[in-house]
């Protein structure tokens, strides 16, 4: 059974930067899709980027395109999310998630596409 765990979650003033971090143990990273989604207060879990399992297609919602950054590190077991430019509604819990199912690449998946999840990590962008 695959765990994932988030980590870099914190407190950042509109513009900054945070890198968010997201450790597979148990499974390699390499034999799912892997997701980043984010819930904000009273809203619902939306999808924030996606990456095939090869990581060879990379899937942004236009909300974010252009300031956030998905990359994955195979030998480190670990994908991450940098976000830049960020903006006060941006914060949420964000959350790592993982596909086995096949995922192309390249167009939006919901929250009930996932098979494994993380717990989150709160991003609060405030000044």
């Known amino acids: 059974q695959v765990q994932l765990t988030e980590s870099g979650g914190g407190l950042v003033q509109p513009g900054g930067s945070l890198r968010l971090s997201c450790t597979f143990s148990?499974?390699?990273?390499?034999?799912?899709?892997v997701f980043w989604f984010r819930q904000a207060p009273g809203k619902e879990r939306e999808i924030v980027t996606g990456?095939?399992?090869?990581?060879?297609?990379?899937y942004y919602s236009e909300s974010v395109k252009g300031r956030f950054t998905f990359s994955k590190d195979n030998a480190k077991n670990t994908v991450y999310l940098q976000m830049d430019s960020l903006k006060p509604e941006d914060t949420a819990v964000y959350y790592c998630?993982?596909?086995?199912?096949?995922?192309?690449?390249?167009?939006?998946?919901?929250?009930?596409?996932?098979?494994?999840w993380g717990k989150g990590t709160l991003v609060t962008v405030s000044s």
């Open positions: 998630a993982a596909r086995v199912g096949l995922y192309t690449g390249g167009y939006p998946l919901e929250s009930k596409d996932m098979d494994f």
């Open positions: 148990g499974r390699s990273l390499s034999l799912y899709g």
């Open positions: 990456t095939t399992r090869t990581g060879s297609v990379t």
